[in-house]
């Protein structure tokens, strides 16, 4: 038989890589009929995707004038996540999806499919709230209180109770069930003989120092310094494997001496003996396959769904600011373990559409798993503009129906809370402003959890308040009044605070600058140039700094002009003081992410005895455009303070957050209410009726009408 000519096998290629995405899904089913997500996601699946296009529309005949289109979205991730105009519930959609190859040759369009929405909000036992414990809780007191937990035995008390099982994707201890399992597995998928397939790991790149504890990740445990040989397969030139002892002598990249594979793999939490803990390729396809079809259904059985643990966007633990062969993170490469994970859990949820997927921290766009806990959410500690953000980024994901378990930290207790902040706050007063907080947020998606780990406690955390009826939000939160207070030198502590001036480098002078920053004589608050820093690396931590000699135990506020444009990932554009040992204040930052116009945000803080430090601006954990301007460093308490406010059928809430500074009776400010209420007090009793609130610094009311 005469073989194709390679003219005919580029056509045929052409022809297979011209043919339409197939095996859509809309919320990872064919055609659904309950789509409860306001947001849904929708998946295909393609030969070949270097960008896509999805268009929805009220009408198969429509979808040419689409009631939504994404554009043309350069991306090799088959999924995207609704955007356009809120859905109507009860109805009926249709969409359909467009690819272009990696040759950037547009295919056919697929064909058009449908799903039908029956949006609805999560459910919740209690009149006002929705609540959430994570390991604790017997199932006596979870039935009257809590809505989802991650123990199946709180379903005994009631059955409606969502218990997700508590899981790890990301790692894997051995010896453990899991790697015996996945062990099984490459043996019967002939992937190996015995064992794991050395290939699901992750290796560092190069000669690797890692602290961690021995034997466990527990406090009392020793910590300790080892040196991780990274493993570059240019050194085992006879390809056998191993680099033996010539090969070793003349290595071709010295700066990675395994000597086989298994020794570069990337700790996370604890070295062995008994135990080791490593961190997983997660786009390895056949770990994938593992996890999506054998670990995660035999994980999930007689559960609600799971939650993971350990989900970063870019590789865990160690890893994370280290050279790992299996993520280079160059090129279109920088964001690749974001979309294996995002592609694992796409698997998983198309082999269980039913079950919920939340994880630790998550957050991506397309979310792809149901929704995340973001531990440590909130704390009465956090100053303004850090409080605000923490609201709104829940108020986003709420919107789009992404289930959040958002927690709220306790202050230091020494039973209770043993690491909680230490601020001069009653403990009462605390839960109030845990709580009020969290009713800013609250919506169809969104539960509040109030302790902190090691949540041995969460019963005697509980407080009566929590359960009163304040009926539904009648609207978004908003400020309710504003103000200024303190004292404060005019004078500016920081030499080119406002960037006019520039060193022989064209880097902003006075500031100790790294790259990649520079002065913008387009984009600035004020003046000729504001600092513009234009990250294309969530690797980059590019810290530009000053360094200045404050006085001792004195108050000071730092005042920043900032602008950015898709800051995406964690922490993101920052400005903040450091190194001022035992400082107040010292362990918060003015951060900003997403896209916005100039904002000033200010940021108090305390200097101990230790008054020599620096002031840092810089991107970090994050990519995204961000301009500085006029930086300010000035002798005592400028406050602007702020109360916000939201409206309840039941009910007022009200939260002044955290400005810096003291937070006693001489902080407080007045503020008329519409109407008349009684303040509802932690235990669940109501006081007398009142016409007026009066709030300190870092303090909240609720109130009953």
Not at 216 to 227: I, S
Not at 633 to 639: C, D, F, H, Q, T
């Amino acid at each position: 038989m005469k073989a194709p000519c390679a003219s005919c096998l580029l056509l045929a290629a052409s022809v297979a890589l011209a043919e339409p995405p197939e095996n859509l899904r809309c919320e990872w089913q064919v055609n659904p009929t309950v789509v409860q997500d306001p947001c849904p996601e929708f998946y295909w699946e393609a030969a070949s995707q270097s960008s896509f296009r999805v268009v929805v529309a009220a009408s198969r005949d429509a979808l040419d004038k689409p009631l939504w289109d994404s554009g043309q979205v350069r991306s090799p991730l088959p999924i995207v996540e609704y955007a356009g105009p809120r859905l109507k519930d009860k109805t009926t959609y249709f969409w359909r999806v467009q690819v272009w190859d990696a040759a950037g040759k547009a295919g056919e369009p697929s064909e058009a499919q449908q799903f039908t929405t029956a949006l609805r909000p999560m459910p919740h036992v209690l009149p006002s709230v929705r609540t959430f414990i994570n390991f604790g809780g017997s199932p006596e007191f979870a039935k009257s209180r809590i809505d989802l937990c991650f123990r199946r035995d709180a379903k005994q008390g009631r059955a409606d109770i969502l218990a997700t099982k508590y899981s790890l994707v990301c790692t894997l201890v051995v010896p453990s069930e899991k790697a015996d399992a996945l062990a099984k597995f490459c043996v019967s998928r002939g992937l190996t003989k015995e064992g794991i397939l050395e290939d699901m790991f992750c290796h560092f790149a190069e000669d690797t120092h890692v602290t961690l504890h021995v034997g466990a990740e527990r406090a009392g445990n020793p910590r300790e310094k080892r040196l991780c040989p990274g493993w570059d397969p240019a050194n085992d030139r006879n390809r056998d494997g191993r680099v033996d002892d010539a090969e070793a002598a003349n290595l071709a990249n010295p700066k990675a001496t395994a000597r086989q594979m298994k020794q570069a793999r990337v700790p996370i939490y604890y070295w062995g003996p008994p135990r080791d803990d490593f961190v997983m390729n997660v786009g390895h396809p056949a770990y994938q396959e593992f996890m999506a079809t054998v670990h995660a259904p035999a994980e999930a059985e007689g559960y609600d769904g799971l939650y993971f643990d350990t989900v970063p966007p870019d590789v865990a633990g160690p890893g994370r600011g280290s050279r790992v062969l299996e993520y280079p993170r160059v090129g279109d490469g920088r964001d690749k373990w974001l979309r294996d994970l995002q592609m694992m859990f796409a698997k998983m949820k198309l082999n269980m559409p039913g079950r919920i997927i939340t994880g630790n921290g998550w957050d991506a766009n397309p979310m792809v798993m149901d929704g995340a806990q973001h531990e440590n959410w909130l704390n009465i500690s956090w100053q303004v503009s850090r409080w605000r953000r923490a609201i709104e980024d829940a108020v986003e994901r709420d919107r789009r129906g992404k289930i959040q378990l958002v927690q709220y930290n306790p202050i230091f207790h020494p039973e209770l809370s043993e690491f909680g902040a230490k601020f001069d706050v009653d403990y009462d007063r605390d839960k109030l402003f845990g709580l009020a907080s969290y009713l800013m947020a609250h919506g169809g998606f969104t539960y509040f959890g109030f302790g902190s780990h090691p949540y041995q406690h969460v019963e005697k955390q509980w407080f009566k308040a929590i359960e009163h009826d304040l009926g539904e939000p009648k609207g978004p939160y908003a400020v309710f009044a504003e103000g200024t207070s303190g004292k404060a030198d005019a004078k500016n502590l920081l030499a080119n605070g406002d960037f006019e001036a520039a060193d022989g480098q064209g880097n902003p002078a006075d500031w100790t600058a790294a790259e990649p920053v520079e002065l913008d004589a387009k984009v600035k608050r004020s003046g000729k140039f504001s600092a513009k820093i234009a990250s294309a690396d969530p690797q980059i931590n590019n810290i530009n700094k000053q360094y200045v000699k404050l006085k001792p135990r004195t108050t000071y506020t730092l005042i920043a002009w900032l602008k950015t444009e898709n800051v995406v990932g964690s922490p993101g554009a920052q400005v903040y003081p450091h190194e001022f040992d035992g400082m107040s204040g010292g362990g918060q930052m003015i951060t900003v992410t997403g896209t916005s116009d100039w904002k000033e945000y200010r940021h108090v803080f305390t200097t101990a005895e230790d008054a020599e430090g620096r002031i840092n601006f810089r991107i970090f954990g994050a990519t995204g455009t961000a301009w500085f301007d006029d930086v300010q460093l000035v002798e005592g308490a400028a406050i602007r303070w702020q109360v916000f406010s939201r409206e309840f059928t039941k009910g007022l809430v009200l939260v002044k957050p955290n400005v810096g500074g003291p937070t006693g009776d001489e902080t407080a400010t007045a503020h008329k209410l519409p109407g008349a209420f009684r303040p509802l007090r932690a235990d669940g009793s109501l006081g007398d009726v009142a016409s007026e609130a009066k709030l300190r610094n870092a303090e909240a009311a609720i109130f009953a009408r």
